[in-house]
């Protein structure tokens, strides 16, 4: 079936330093992606969404970037803080009405002092 | 502005038990979509009510069954549970019909542990 994934499991980045997660997704009739943060303990975050019909879209501090010729977005976060440790899921969804979200499997980022 | 609110906060249920968990969306949301989060997996969709409605499922049997309310609030029941029913159930609510740009509000989820 078609599924969301993501390269790496976990990333860890220095405080300060910008850091990017990448995701693939396999179906090709996605046109509505969302970046979601999920802390230990607490349901997902919203941080930034994209349509297909962009390749860019920034935000306080993140950027996505979709690349729909090889099915991969990924999020920049730039100058990381303690705060942004936590797991990412991209998401996937189509674009009509409330359709279901297909998560991705999460990459955890851990930021060092 | 009250968030999604979910109860209870952790269950602990024995195999063969039925549970049910209960959702409040956010205030002005009339869509409620409830997902399973295995440990170390990523958020996998049950269904979605609107109306009162199951408007759309996803891959999980018929043990896993639900409701939705006049104020908007569901209920998730999970009959005949098995060892691998224990997750984060997460509740997530919405605005139906506003063409796709619909964020999704999360709440903190409900840990069930079936022993």
């Known amino acids: 079936g078609e599924s969301v994934g993501l390269h790496l499991p976990t990333l860890s980045v220095q405080e300060g330093d910008n850091s990017i997660i990448n995701c693939a997704y396999s179906?090709?009739?996605?046109?509505?992606f969302i970046w979601y943060k999920q802390e230990s303990g607490k349901g997902p975050q919203f941080i930034i969404d994209?349509?297909?019909?962009?390749d860019k879209r920034q935000g306080q501090r993140v950027t996505v970037l979709l690349n729909k010729t090889v099915k991969h977005l990924s999020l920049q976060i730039a100058a990381t803080q303690p705060g942004d440790s936590a797991v990412y899921f991209c998401?996937?969804?189509?674009?009509?009405?409330?359709?279901?979200?297909?998560f991705g499997t999460g990459t955890r980022l851990t930021i060092i002092p | 502005d009250a968030g999604v609110t979910q109860s209870p906060t952790h269950l602990i249920k024995t195999r063969g038990q039925q549970v049910t968990l209960r959702c409040s969306p956010k205030?002005?949301?009339?869509?409620v979509s409830w997902y399973q989060q295995a440990l170390g997996q990523g958020p996998q969709f049950i269904f979605q009510?609107?109306?009162?409605?199951?408007?759309q499922r996803g891959n999980f049997p018929d043990r896993f069954s639900g409701h939705q309310f006049p104020n908007y609030s569901s209920e998730l029941n999970v009959n005949a549970l098995l060892l691998g029913d224990s997750a984060l159930y997460l509740c997530?609510?919405?605005?139906?019909?506003?063409?796709?740009?619909?964020?999704?509000?999360f709440g903190p989820g409900t840990r069930l542990t079936v022993l």
């Open positions: 997530a609510s919405s605005l139906y019909g506003t063409g796709g740009d619909n964020e999704q509000f």
């Open positions: 179906n090709s009739a996605s046109d509505y």
């Open positions: 994209i349509r297909s019909n962009m």
């Open positions: 998401a996937e969804r189509s674009n009509f009405g409330n359709e279901k979200l297909t």
């Open positions: 205030s002005g949301h009339d869509t």
């Open positions: 009510y609107y109306e009162e409605e199951e408007r």
